[in-house]
């Protein structure tokens, strides 16, 4: 036996290099100049078909199998007063995505989008990262990050990320500030609607966590001391749809704060990574900042669940329509410019 660590299929998927899509870029910008419409006028649309011909080799781009991928799960920490709402949402909320009620069932409904939820042991919280680790094990989290690539099952071609997890602001925190620099104040934000003293005390609460972990520096080993099931979920399932060629919408803060633990391994990483919109939680702009990332949209929302990324996948599909459906000025006989 080696004592190989767990983590390393993870840290070579994290690694590897892409597959070359040069050609499939370039297809795609030929095209793009041909369709009928003065050349740049569909904006940030034509960078989208552009990214994912870079990610999928595929030109013209399609959209025929978009995603949403939830992860649900709990939190220690949350028993300290760091979420307006109790843990008990957690399986309370599984209930309400499989009846079809929540938001997210109806933005996906909106824009057919598939929707698929997992239940990350909701029953069973991890360790109060205030105090004691999230994981028990090294072992642990690498089961969850490989949970994780489950979500590009189903031949999915556009993965949308989106998580619940009462009390995962204050942990998508405390990985930002550990691997980011910062306070806990500048990390800390309302996520449910905490304000005040409460909110101070949540500050508190990640200066614990991250405090804990000083001098950690590699990615995982925070992710199984100060981080949440469902983030190590989304970051295995970032590094699988990298490794396929899938491209991945990240939703709001906690979504992001998965895309920050691949980044640390390796900034190319996230490069098949689109940032669907810029929550209300006002820290995720500093992280996005960091990140180099400019998000799609910004609508205001803070709710997670995926329903900013699915929001953003709507535009997405609509891009690729265009890019693909649109006639060019030849075959539809519209004369270019005079
Ligand atoms: C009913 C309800 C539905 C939600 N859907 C997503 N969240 C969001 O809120 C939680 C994070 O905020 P905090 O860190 O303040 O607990 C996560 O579950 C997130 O997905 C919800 C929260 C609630 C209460
Ligand atoms: O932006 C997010 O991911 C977010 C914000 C508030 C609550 N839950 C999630």
Redesign the pocket.
Known sequence: MTDRSPFEDFRALARADRPDTAAAVAATRAREAQLTKPAGSLGRLEAISEWLASVTGRAPPAVDRPRVVVFAASHGVADRGVSAFPSSVNAQMLANFREGKAAINQICGAYGIGLSVFDLAVDVPTGDIAEVDAFASERDTAATLAFGLEAIANNVDLLGLG?MGIG??TV?AALCAAILGGSGADWA????GVTGSALARKAEVIDLAVARVAGETDPFILLQRIGGREIAAMAGAILAARSQGVPVVV??????SAAVVVHAMNPAAIDHCIFAHR???PA?ARAMAALGVEPLLDLG????EGT?AALAMGLIKAAAACHSGMATFAEAGVDGPA
């Open positions: 998580e995962n602001t998508a934000g309302p996520g449910t939703d709001g803060y906690v979504a992001t929550s209300a939680e995720h929302m803070r709710l997670g900013g």
